[in-house]
């Protein structure tokens, strides 16, 4: 009852900053009746009820902004172009102006229904609409996987999870080690959110130090574990090597040391953040 209420909260925020018989009405003038209980539907039974060219909404959840698509192919997960001129400039507001790769929580809202999803910016291969989208974009459902791979793409899988109200749970059943890939999907996808969610900081200075260094177009990846995870009931203490991509300048590789605590023996883990953590990930160090 208590995540009902909260995850209705939240819809009523989000629809609240828009005309929602525009956006959700299947048709410009009348009004339909929405479900507003996000469902969180897997891909196969999703590609049922998007077939190919099917129309829907798409509502970025971080913004409250929609924009309206068709489905034009993918069997993994829906390729999907803007409908209109307006709807690729929508898209591209979403995404501050800059097509990108970084995935975003959606929902998807079709037939007064709303199923949580995740999409990328970032237009590639074929498009076939007069829309002045340069291709076609994705949107990953539960289970969905990229074309390249059997296995569910890990950022889509977490956005997805936030749309759906469901991430404080999933968060809450991962260890350490596993928390340091949740980090990197929120610095990889500039996703304010969820950092917040997972790190606690030492001060307002150390927020927004981290905060305005997540929008540089960064792409970390695992590369080594250095220092084994040491772990008691409430605390954890572990050295990971890290490839560490930032747009413009040479991937460098680093040894970070980052320290969890939690409140409880089966609460969520979060990171402490302080200078010397901020310097490690984000300041290279001079020849």
Not at 136 to 159: E, K, P, V
Not at 187 to 198: P, V, Y
Not at 230 to 242: F, S, V, Y
Request: hydrophobic share 40%; charged share 25%; glycine share 6%.
């Amino acid at each position: 009852m208590i995540k009902k209420l909260i995850i209705s909260i939240v819809l009523v925020g989000v629809v609240s900053s828009f005309n929602i018989e525009n956006v959700f009405a299947e048709k410009r003038n009348s009004t339909s009746f929405v479900d507003y209980n996000v469902r969180m539907l897997p891909w196969d039974k999703v590609n049922e009820i998007i077939p190919r060219y099917t129309k829907f909404h798409v509502v970025d959840t971080e913004t409250g902004l929609t924009f309206s698509v068709q489905r034009r192919a993918g069997s993994k997960h829906a390729d999907v172009q803007p409908l209109t001129q307006k709807d690729t400039k929508i898209m591209k507001e979403i995404y501050n102006g800059q097509w990108s790769w970084k995935r975003r929580s959606i929902l998807v809202q079709i037939n007064g229904k709303l199923i949580a999803a995740s999409m990328h910016g970032m237009p590639h291969g074929a498009g076939a609409l007069k829309n002045g989208f340069p291709g076609h974009f994705c949107i990953h459902f539960l289970g969905s996987t990229t074309h390249r791979t059997s296995r569910a793409d890990q950022s889509h899988h977490i956005m997805i999870l936030k749309a759906a109200g469901q991430l404080e749970e999933y968060l809450s059943t991962l260890n350490p080690d596993e928390m340091i890939n949740v980090l990197l999907v929120a610095i990889n996808n500039a996703d304010l959110t969820l950092l917040n969610d997972i790190v606690l900081f030492e001060n307002k200075s150390i927020r927004k130090k981290f905060q305005k260094e997540i929008h540089f177009d960064y792409t970390i990846k695992p590369y080594s574990i250095v220092t084994p995870t040491k772990e008691t009931l409430l605390t954890a203490d572990t050295g990971p090597e890290l490839a560490i991509f930032k747009k413009g300048e040479r991937e460098r590789k680093a040894m970070i040391n980052f320290l969890l605590i939690r409140e409880q023996v089966r609460g969520q883990w979060k990171f402490l953040a302080n200078r010397e953590l901020y310097r490690q990930l984000f300041e290279p160090e001079k020849d």
